[in-house]
């Protein structure tokens, strides 16, 4: 069963790779991507809610968010509650989310296009499996 999981981790770190190779054309790592990808589809967040949602902890959200704002991806939404910081994307963050997301599924329709669904499904199945174990 340890074969299992080196594989796996091999993948993860080459697929993170290959994902980092193809952003670098839009100035994206995959750490920022994650972020960006959250805030398209749940418009704004806190920094614990992106921190819980992909389980990194806060200060690595922290670095990579302050990293989004300075490159003009994201912006703070003002609060009365200082210690909740809320963001959202900005115009330039939307389009570049448009723009990776192309790339995106590039990648990932290049990695998947000769096995079938039902493989697919079964690996699926098998990945939220092993995630509701870990918790």
Known sequence: MDSFFHHQLQFTRAFTKKINEQLAKVGLYH?????????????TATLVEISNYYDVEK????????????????????????????????????????????IIDTVEENLVNEISDEDLMVTLHTIHKLKEKIK
């Open 31 to 43: 750490s920022q991507w994650l972020i960006v990808f959250y805030l398209k589809h749940f418009n």
């Open 59 to 102: 200060p690595t959200i922290t670095r990579t968010v302050n990293r989004l704002e300075e490159i003009g991806l994201i912006k703070k939404i003002p609060s009365t509650d200082k210690r909740e910081r809320k963001i959202h994307l900005t115009e330039k963050g939307m389009q570049v989310y448009d723009d990776a997301k192309l």
